[in-house]
């Protein structure tokens, strides 16, 4: 989590900016592939009220 109160420092973006170019790419396409794969999972065991935030989620990924 970010903790706003500081600033960022130019170090904290240069140690990062490897794992950003690599992973940043294909984000939505994990999250997606994610919140598909607790949706298939929260219908399997009935749980649905779980389905309505995953599918909300859904929604709001795909863009």
Do not use: Q, R
Not at 41 to 55: D, N, Q, R, T
Request: hydrophobic share 50%; glycine share 8%; charged share 15%.
């Amino acid at each position: 989590m970010l903790d706003s109160s500081e600033p960022i420092s130019l170090f904290v973006i240069l140690k990062n900016i490897g794992f950003l170019l690599k992973n940043a790419p294909f984000a939505a396409k994990k999250a997606e592939e994610h919140i598909k794969n607790s949706i298939n999972i929260a219908k399997e065991i009935g749980a649905s009220g779980f389905l309505g935030p995953a599918y909300l989620s859904l929604g709001t990924c795909i863009i």
